[in-house]
Each structure stands twice: as C-alpha cells, then as structure tokens.
C-alpha cells in the first residue's frame, strides 16, 4: 500500500463583506471516465470519522432508457470477501438488514443528479464503514457492451485534527481604518503539518510556531469590520492526488473598525474685484495623527450643489505632493492643515462656487495606498465685481496753421487712469466736424479709428490722404495719441476731437470695448484774406495784314498765395461765325507750372508748329502766332492758374483768372464769297436721281481762279423743318479729294465740281428717306501775294427741300399682274379638282331593292 501523510489547509473568514483568503492548499480535480461503463472515482477515498462520505456514480455514452437503476453493496475487509446489497433506486427492498435503519434514518441516501448519474451520501462516517463500495446498474441488453459495474475503496480516519483560537474568549478589537491588524488561531493533528504559506499583499497568512497560524491585515478598511473565523481543513495525498477529509472552524476575534474623522471647510461668500487674483484656502480637520497623506482637489461649478461628473476640476494635490493644476491656476500647501487655491486674473466667467475635496491615503505592508477617509466642502459663492476704467482726456493744439499749407497737430493725452491695469488697453478714434455760426446740427466725419488691438482703419474722409502721406495718426507713448496734417487746406478748418476707448481683455485672450471718453473740441481756423489773382494782355504792335505774325503778352499778379507758380493757357474766341450755333471758344497752346509746353484742341494741326508760348519772367508769358490767317479773326486771352506747393512735388490750386481779350481783325478789302444751292428737280419720282448745285459767287476784287480753292460740305436734313440734327452725306476738299459718309438703303451718292464755282452733288436711284433740306458749307481758301493759302472764314447756303414722289402705275403694275396670273391658276386648278372628283371617285351604282306590296288591313278600334 502506497505511504499516506496529511496537511492543514487554514482558512480565515469573516461574517462582514472583508477581504479574507481563501484556501492556500487546493483539492485534486475528478477524473473523468469516458466509454460506455459505470465509472466511480479511482483509487481510494479517506474520510475522518463523523464526516460525510460521497461516491458520485455515473453511467458513460448509455442510449438505453432515459432513466438508469443503480444498486449499491459492501464489502468489510474483515468480512468473508462477499458484498452486502446497501441501497438500490429501484428495488426498495434491496438493502440488508443493517442498512435499512440508516436509510430510514437518512444518515445513508442516494441522490439522483442526472438521469444517468447517483450519489451515495453516508453520514457521520464510523470506523466500521471502511471498505469496498460496488456501484452497479441492472441490464437487459442482449448483448455486453462495456462495464456494467464500479468499485471504489474508502478509508476511514480517526478525528486527530484540533482547532482553537490563542485566546479565550474571542477578543473584541478596535482600531482606527489604515491601522494594520493581526489574528491568531492554533490547529494540529497527528499527521505531519503543512508547510508554511505567506502570501504578499494587504492580507497574509502564515503559521505561527508549530500548531500556530495568524492572519495580518495591513491596512485594516472600513469593509475589515466583522466577526472573524479560523477554519482548517485536513487534506490528504492518496496515489498522487489530494483530497480534503474533513474541516473545522472557530471564532478568533470580533474586529471593529473606527471611521476617521475628517472635514473640510472653504469660505462662504468671496467678492472680488476683475482682473485681480482670487485666493481660498480649504482648511481640513482630522482626529489622526499617524502617518496619512492628504489629497486635495479644487473644483467649480455654476450650481451650487453642482455633482463632480459636472463640475470642473482646476487644481489638484495627490498623495506624493505632486501638484496638477490648469492655465492661470496654482495651489499651494501653506500649513499642515491649509491649502490655497489661487486664480490669477479673475474675470466675470470666474464667478460661481468653488468647492475642495479631501482624501487621506494611509501606506500598506506591500507599499500600495489605501483610502482611509473622504470629505467634501460646503460651496463658497465667488462674486466677480467689475471695476470700470475712470480717466479723463484732453486735446489740445500744439501746432497751429497760420494759414493755409501750414502743418497741424493735435494731440489727444489720456490723464488720471484708474482701474486700468495689464488688462485694458486704450485706443483712439478721431472726429471732424464743419464749424458752422448757425445752430444747425452737423454730423461728425470718422477720420480714422486705432482698434484695441492698435489696428488703424481710415474714414471715407481721410482715406485718400492718408494714403498719400498727408494725414499721419500715431501713439507716442501708452497715453498719448497723435494726429497730424502735413499741409493743412482751406477745407481742413473745423473742429476736431478724439475719442479714447476702454478695451478689456477677456477670459479667451478677446478684446471687447467697455467704456468711450469724449475731449473738448478744438477748431482749427486762421484768419485770411482770399487768393487774389489779376492777369492783364498787351499786344506789343498792331495787325494790319494777313499773313504777318500775331504777338501777345500776359502779365500776372498775385495777392495772398505763397510761392505761387503759373500755368497759362491761350484761348481763342471767333468773333463772328457764318452758320448758326453760339461762338465757339478753344484752346491754342498751354504752359503747365513745370514750364512744361502742351498744345490745343484745335483742328488745324499743320499750323501747331506755328504757335508758340514761352515764360519771358516769373510772371510774365508771351504767345506767337506766325503767319496768321483771316480765319484767326477773334478774341484772344490768358487764362492763369497759382499752384502753391504743399511739399514735395505736390501743388495746390490756390485761384485762377483771365485776362482781357486781345482781338485779331484783318481790315482789307478783299473777296466777300456767298454761297447758294439750286435744283432743277426739286421733285422726283423714287429711283430717278436727285441733283443739287453749290454755286458761289464772289463780290469784291475779282480773283484768278488759280488763286482760289474750296472746301464743300454738302448735309441734309431728313425732315420737313430744320429742328432736327444735320446728317452728313459728302466731302470735297481743296485738293480733289472726295470723302462720302456710310449710307443705309440702295441710293448712292457722288460729288463733283463742274465749274470753276459751281459744285454737284447727286443722289442715285433715290429712295424714300432721301427727302429733306439740302444745303452745302464752303471753306474759301486765297493764295495771298506772298503765295501762302490764307483760309477764310466759312459760309453755309441756305437750304433746298427735295421730295421723293412714288410712281403708282409703276407701284401696282407688277402686283396687279400677279394677281390676276395668280387668280386664273387657282380657278383652272379647281374645276380640274371637280371634274376628276365627279367623274372618278363620286360615281355610285344604285340597286333598287323589290318592295313586297301589302294590302293594308282594316282595324277596329273599340
């Protein structure tokens, strides 16, 4: 038989929800059997007297009734070898006499778990129970598949295990949560004692001597609370296997824990000022005085009673004194029991309630943390008042224009700043209004605003010359802001103030306006006397003849502009003009301030080479003329503009004025030409041409026609008055050249001079739209006796109405021809259709059907 020795498996429990261990020493597992046989466990069983033995007995892979039949017999090792029948779950008289007591009694029962399984329960095990056990099941197979029985052999054991505490009675303990705490228990037996077991951690078990076991708990929690048991169980190594044999327990000790005190207090009610620091301090009272460590968190809310999943966290101190805090936030130890949280720069997000919480934390044996204690203040209200910057401004002038295109400069100071810290910044926006004597209101003009963040945007006012250098707004220093005009003009004069904004800084590094303090006007004005300007024309010597050279001098004086300089233009006025209109003014030559020569608008520029203006003096200009020409006649004057400079290269327009007329008057006594048209058919049938004639005469000295040249412009007016505008049809120059204008419709038109001043003008294939006034404009040019072409002045004719008639024969012939071709078709077309229709297509053949003749018969009618 193989050698067997017992161990102690000690367990300590506790009736509270602790943190007790389990058993250190595990019993072997079943062995499961596979087949098709009745299978009880292997090897042998040990039971100590006065346990309870178990044999489960299962059937393995049976597809015979749902229900199995188990018998159960004995054999003693005294005995003769032959089993005793001990209980049967289908035979109930099947046990032996012995048995059948301990059946009644129920300290021997069978137990069904499975239709294919039974468990034998015995009792309080005696010596005498120790023996062989057979588990079998009745068959009616025809054939053996398998075995149809078990048998298992059980040990009994005589009770050597002794279980008790070290002290009687149970003690009762009391200790504070976090203090470590020990219990013992003493347990022997006859067979050799287990090895000791000292696990690690809160809770350890060990032996304590040779029959000793204690159990620590380091640290004791608020769940170690409770009434704690020993229990040893006695396990037994049979073939390699363990197996428990029985089990004992005893009360050691009744441990109570004691809850730490622990509370944590902030202020109530806390007012403070924006932009300064805000400072709470959570005060925490404890009756320990071991070795704990305090955790401390800051947290708020917008609610009172606002949870924690809600609120948010901004500073916090765990158990090693490791500091975690948010942006702007610092919490500090300042004393054992205080704890400060500090928030720098407050601003109106910051009010609301503010609250700590407390942990104290106590050390285990394994050096693992344990909570012993927590607590939560009552909220403290944070009210966030605001302190609204005060200061005062003042403008003044610390230059002043004496008159115009003189600097100005205005400075705006800001004085007095109260509650004005890092978090306000200070900007400035500048205003002009027109100073009028009337009560009137007038609007202020925005010149230019500085943004809170020093971004300088410009009025419609100012735009432009701030753009070019001639406004300038600065900021010399934190509270003094600038504004100066370069070169101060006559519409600069007015009254001028500035406006200085509060911006203050917001929780989200924003900026928002808070406060505008408004400065005393200051007008800019000065006392002058308007720009006065006279020009006066001389004609050095009189013009007798064509051809000779015009001179004319302009002399410029000049009141109340500084450092002026003169632009001249010359302009000409006809004095007399031959075709109606008002008289027409143009200019001949112009002389910049730059002395820079420009020539006029007028059309002869062939002649451009022959005008000249030139600066004879500062304020003296002289215009020249060469080889002048009758049609130069008119009125001839300076037209002078002062610039004065405003820096740089940059002038002014300080006046401007004329001159008096200097006339050019040829008296000679040369051709008077007249001009007239005629038509021989004044009406005409639409398609013939029409014909008009421009015939010149000429009074006065009669004239080589070598000597005499003409420019014909022939218009027409499309109407049966002269209300409307000309329309230009066609050009002939002195040379020959003929220029017709674009026309619309078939007619054309050709020009033609057909004697030495007689011109024609013709309109072929005449339409409707070639009615109206005809007339012509002639341009005589005279060679002189110097051979030069002098150009006269130009001459229009009075004007000649053409009608356009239409031709009815000529209109209806073609329409009525094809109306009558048209009608004689149609008719022939249509009897044709008839004739076909009747003959062809609407013949029917008519069958008369026997009517039956029937007499009529007589009726009587009652």
Same mark, same amino acid.
């Given at each position: 038989?193989?050698?067997?020795?017992?161990?102690?498996?000690?367990?300590?429990? $506790?009736?509270?929800?602790?943190?007790?261990?389990?058993?250190?020493?595990?019993?072997?597992?079943?062995?499961?059997?596979?087949?098709?046989?009745?299978?009880?466990?292997?090897?042998?069983?040990?039971?100590?007297?006065?346990?309870?033995?178990?044999?489960?007995?299962?059937?393995?892979?049976?597809?015979?009734? #749902?229900?199995?039949?188990?018998?159960?017999?004995?054999?003693?090792?005294?005995?003769?070898?032959?089993?005793?029948?001990?209980?049967?779950?289908?035979?109930?008289?099947?046990?032996?006499?012995?048995?059948?007591?301990?059946?009644?009694?129920?300290?021997?029962?069978?137990?069904?778990?499975?239709?294919?399984?039974?468990?034998?329960?015995?009792?309080?095990?005696?010596?005498?129970?120790?023996?062989?056990?057979?588990?079998?099941?009745?068959?009616?197979?025809?054939?053996?598949?398998?075995?149809?029985?078990?048998?298992?052999?059980?040990? *009994?054991?005589?009770?050597?295990?002794?279980?008790?505490?070290?002290?009687?009675?149970?003690? #009762?303990?009391?200790?504070?949560?976090? +203090?470590?705490?020990?219990?013992?228990?003493?347990?022997?037996?006859?067979?050799?004692?287990?090895?000791?077991? #000292?696990?690690?951690?809160?809770?350890?078990?060990?032996?304590? /001597?040779?029959?000793?076991?204690?159990?620590?708990?380091?640290?004791?929690?608020?769940?170690?609370?409770?009434?704690?048991?020993?229990?040893?169980?006695?396990?037994?190594?049979?073939?390699?296997?363990?197996?428990?044999?029985?089990? &004992?327990?005893?009360?050691?000790?009744?441990?109570?824990?004691?809850?730490?005190?622990?509370?944590?207090?902030?202020?109530?009610?806390?007012?403070?000022? +924006?932009? $300064?620091?805000?400072?709470?301090?959570?005060? =925490?009272? $404890?009756?320990?005085?071991?070795? *704990?460590?305090?955790?401390?968190?800051?947290?708020?809310?917008?609610?009172?009673?606002?949870?924690?999943?809600? #609120?948010?966290?901004?500073?916090?101190?765990?158990?090693?004194?490791?500091?975690?805090?948010?942006?702007?936030?610092?919490?500090?130890?300042?004393?054992?029991?205080?704890?400060?949280?500090?928030?720098?720069?407050?601003?109106?997000?910051?009010? /609301?309630?503010?609250?700590?919480? *407390?942990?104290?934390?106590?050390?285990?044996?394994?050096?693992?943390?344990?909570?012993?204690?927590?607590?939560?203040?009552?909220?403290?209200?944070?009210?966030?008042?605001?302190?609204?910057?005060?200061?005062?401004?003042?403008?003044?002038?610390?230059?002043?224009?004496?008159?115009?295109?003189?600097?100005?400069?205005?400075?705006?100071?800001?004085?007095?700043?109260?509650?004005?810290?890092?978090?306000?910044?200070?900007?400035?926006?500048?205003?002009?209004?027109?100073?009028?004597?009337?009560?009137?209101?007038?609007?202020?003009?925005?010149?230019?605003?500085?943004?809170?963040?020093?971004?300088?945007?410009?009025?419609?006012?100012?735009?432009?010359?701030?753009?070019?250098?001639?406004?300038?707004?600065?900021?010399?220093?934190?509270?003094?802001?600038?504004?100066?005009?370069?070169?101060?003009?006559?519409?600069?004069?007015?009254?001028?103030?500035?406006?200085?904004?509060?911006?203050?800084?917001?929780?989200?590094?924003?900026?928002?306006?808070?406060?505008?303090?408004?400065?005393?006007?200051?007008?800019?004005?000065?006392?002058?006397?308007?720009?006065?300007?006279?020009? &006066?024309?001389?004609?050095? &010597?009189?013009?007798?003849?064509?051809?000779?050279?015009?001179?004319?001098?302009?002399?410029?004086?000049?009141?109340?502009?500084?450092?002026?300089?003169?632009?001249?233009?010359?302009?000409?006025?006809?004095?007399?003009?031959?075709?109606?209109?008002?008289?027409?003014?143009?200019?001949?030559?112009?002389?910049?301030?730059?002395?820079?020569?420009?020539?006029?608008?007028?059309?002869?520029?062939?002649?451009?080479?022959?005008?000249?203006?030139?600066?004879?003096?500062?304020?003296?200009?002289?215009?020249?003329?060469?080889? $002048?020409?009758?049609?130069?006649? /008119?009125?001839?004057?300076?037209?002078?503009?002062?610039?004065?400079?405003?820096?740089?290269?940059?002038?002014?327009?300080?006046?401007?004025?004329?001159?008096?007329? =200097?006339? =050019?008057?040829?008296?000679?006594?040369?051709?008077?030409?007249?001009?007239?048209?005629?038509?021989?058919?004044?009406?005409?049938?639409?398609?013939?041409?029409?014909?008009?004639?421009?015939?010149?005469?000429?009074?006065?000295?009669?004239?080589?026609?070598?000597?005499?040249?003409?420019?014909?412009?022939?218009?027409?007016?499309?109407?049966?008055?002269?209300?409307?505008?000309?329309?230009?049809?066609?050009?002939?120059?002195?040379?020959?050249?003929?220029?017709?204008?674009?026309?619309?419709?078939?007619?054309?038109?050709?020009?033609?001079?057909?004697?030495?001043?007689?011109?024609?003008?013709? %309109?072929?294939?005449?339409?409707?739209?070639?009615?109206?006034?005809?007339?012509?404009?002639?341009?005589?040019?005279? &060679?002189?006796?110097?051979?030069?072409?002098?150009?006269?002045?130009?001459?229009?004719?009075?004007?000649?109405?053409?009608?356009?008639?239409?031709?009815?024969?000529?209109?209806?012939?073609?329409?009525?021809?094809?109306? %009558?071709?048209?009608?004689?078709?149609?008719?022939?077309?249509?009897?044709?259709?008839?004739?076909?229709?009747?003959?062809?297509?609407?013949?029917?053949?008519?069958?008369?059907?026997?009517?039956?003749?029937?007499?009529?018969?007589?009726? +009587?009618?009652?």
């Amino acid at each position: 038989m193989a050698v067997t020795f017992t161990v102690l498996a000690v367990t300590f429990t $506790t009736e509270s929800l602790g943190r007790a261990e389990g058993k250190f020493v595990l019993p072997p597992p079943r062995a499961v059997c596979r087949g098709r046989v009745v299978q009880v466990p292997a090897g042998a069983l040990v039971r100590v007297v006065g346990t309870e033995l178990v044999i489960p007995c299962n059937v393995s892979d049976y597809d015979g009734p #749902s229900e199995q039949n188990f018998d159960w017999s004995f054999s003693s090792p005294g005995g003769s070898g032959g089993f005793v029948e001990l209980a049967s779950t289908w035979e109930a008289g099947f046990p032996a006499q012995p048995y059948r007591e301990r059946l009644r009694t129920g300290q021997v029962v069978l137990r069904r778990t499975a239709n294919d399984a039974v468990e034998l329960h015995i009792k309080n095990v005696q010596p005498s129970d120790q023996g062989l056990y057979k588990c079998s099941t009745p068959s009616t197979d025809a054939t053996v598949q398998g075995n149809y029985e078990d048998t298992v052999q059980v040990k *009994v054991l005589a009770d050597a295990l002794r279980v008790g505490p070290t002290e009687r009675p149970a003690p #009762s303990l009391s200790l504070r949560e976090g +203090e470590p705490v020990e219990l013992r228990c003493a347990a022997s037996s006859s067979p050799t004692p287990a090895p000791e077991a #000292s696990p690690s951690g809160a809770v350890r078990l060990g032996t304590d /001597g040779a029959d000793g076991f204690r159990l620590a708990l380091d640290p004791a929690l608020a769940a170690d609370q409770g009434a704690y048991w020993c229990v040893v169980g006695e396990w037994i190594a049979e073939h390699g296997a363990w197996q428990e044999i029985q089990e &004992k327990a005893v009360e050691v000790a009744a441990v109570v824990i004691r809850p730490t005190v622990l509370r944590a207090a902030v202020a109530r009610n806390v007012s403070v000022a +924006e932009g $300064t620091d805000l400072d709470l301090a959570c005060n =925490i009272s $404890t009756d320990r005085a071991d070795d *704990v460590r305090p955790e401390v968190a800051w947290y708020f809310s917008r609610l009172p009673d606002g949870a924690l999943p809600a #609120s948010r966290m901004l500073a916090q101190l765990d158990r090693t004194s490791l500091v975690h805090s948010a942006p702007g936030v610092a919490l500090s130890h300042t004393d054992m029991r205080s704890y400060h949280l500090l928030v720098r720069d407050v601003s109106r997000d910051s009010a /609301g309630y503010y609250f700590c919480q *407390v942990a104290l934390w106590t050390l285990g044996h394994n050096r693992s943390w344990h909570k012993v204690a927590e607590a939560r203040s009552a909220p403290a209200s944070v009210d966030v008042t605001w302190l609204e910057p005060d200061f005062q401004v003042f403008l003044n002038a610390s230059r002043m224009p004496a008159f115009a295109d003189d600097p100005t400069e205005l400075e705006c100071r800001v004085v007095d700043v109260r509650h004005a810290e890092a978090r306000v910044r200070l900007a400035v926006s500048w205003y002009y209004r027109l100073s009028r004597r009337s009560d009137d209101a007038v609007a202020s003009e925005l010149l230019a605003v500085m943004d809170g963040d020093w971004t300088l945007r410009y009025g419609e006012r100012s735009k432009r010359r701030a753009r070019d250098g001639e406004f300038i707004f600065s900021k010399e220093h934190t509270d003094t802001f600038s504004f100066r005009i370069q070169r101060t003009t006559e519409g600069d004069r007015g009254n001028y103030f500035c406006v200085v904004s509060a911006w203050t800084r917001q929780p989200n590094n924003s900026w928002v306006k808070s406060k505008d303090v408004f400065s005393k006007p200051v007008s800019i004005f000065w006392a002058a006397e308007d720009s006065v300007l006279v020009v &006066k024309a001389q004609q050095p &010597k009189p013009l007798f003849t064509a051809g000779s050279t015009f001179e004319m001098t302009c002399k410029v004086s000049s009141r109340n502009v500084k450092s002026p300089r003169y632009s001249v233009a010359i302009t000409a006025e006809k004095t007399a003009t031959a075709g109606p209109g008002p008289n027409e003014t143009r200019c001949m030559v112009s002389l910049d301030q730059d002395a820079v020569v420009r020539p006029g608008n007028w059309t002869d520029a062939a002649r451009a080479q022959g005008v000249v203006l030139e600066k004879v003096q500062e304020d003296e200009f002289r215009y020249r003329m060469y080889q $002048t020409q009758v049609s130069d006649a /008119g009125l001839y004057r300076c037209v002078v503009t002062a610039w004065a400079p405003v820096g740089g290269s940059l002038w002014r327009e300080a006046a401007t004025s004329r001159s008096n007329p =200097i006339e =050019i008057d040829f008296q000679t006594s040369g051709p008077v030409f007249n001009a007239s048209v005629h038509s021989d058919t004044p009406s005409v049938t639409r398609g013939q041409p029409i014909k008009v004639f421009c015939i010149l005469t000429v009074e006065g000295a009669m004239l080589d026609p070598d000597s005499m040249a003409f420019d014909v412009v022939w218009f027409a007016v499309h109407s049966f008055g002269l209300d409307e505008d000309p329309v230009l049809l066609s050009t002939l120059d002195r040379k020959g050249i003929v220029t017709t204008a674009p026309r619309h419709g078939k007619s054309g038109l050709s020009l033609e001079r057909v004697g030495a001043l007689e011109f024609l003008l013709q %309109v072929h294939d005449s339409e409707d739209h070639d009615f109206g006034n005809y007339f012509c404009a002639v341009t005589p040019w005279v &060679k002189s006796p110097t051979g030069s072409w002098q150009k006269e002045a130009e001459i229009h004719s009075k004007p000649v109405f053409i009608t356009v008639k239409m031709d009815v024969l000529t209109a209806f012939k073609y329409p009525l021809l094809i109306g %009558v071709g048209l009608s004689t078709v149609v008719g022939l077309l249509s009897c044709l259709i008839g004739y076909c229709s009747a003959h062809w297509c609407c013949r029917k053949e008519v069958q008369e059907t026997r009517r039956e003749r029937r007499r009529l018969m007589s009726m +009587e009618m009652d």
